[in-house]
């Protein structure tokens, strides 16, 4: 089983920067599907942007060009550098992971990752 604990939300203002963590244990991480996903209170969880073991990376539209998904594999780590932040980015940002390769994308896209974290709050304020 894998835990996963995020780090690094907090409140900034509109077009400043957030880099978030996301620190697996109990297992490596190297071969999985990662991902981060966001969810406002009353809207539905989004998809942020994936990351396939090869190193292989999807976004949402939204965040293209913005946001940058990488892992640190020494650390068992996934980070998100989130520049550019808009109001529209506000919301709990959560943490996932799955031992899927060939279906990682697919699975990002549906929101069907196995393990999850607990979240840490972005708050973007105009």
């Known amino acids: 089983q894998v835990q996963l604990v995020e780090s690094g939300g907090g409140s900034v203002q509109s077009g400043g920067s957030l880099r978030l963590s996301c620190a697996a244990s109990r297992t490596t991480v190297n071969n999985y599907c990662m991902a981060w996903f966001r969810q406002v209170p009353g809207k539905g969880r989004e998809g942020v942007a994936g990351?396939?073991?090869?190193?292989?990376?999807t976004y949402a539209d939204s965040v293209k060009d913005r946001f940058t998904i990488s892992r640190d594999n020494a650390r068992n780590t996934l980070i998100l550098e989130m520049n550019n932040l808009e109001p529209e980015d506000t919301g709990m940002y959560y943490c996932?992971?799955?031992?899927?390769?060939?279906?990682?994308?697919?699975?990002?896209?549906?929101?069907?990752?196995?393990?999850w974290g607990q979240g840490t709050q972005v708050t973007v304020s105009s």
């Open positions: 996932a992971a799955d031992k899927s390769y060939s279906t990682c994308f697919q699975q990002f896209e549906r929101g069907s990752l196995e393990y």
């Open positions: 990351s396939r073991s090869d190193g292989a990376a």
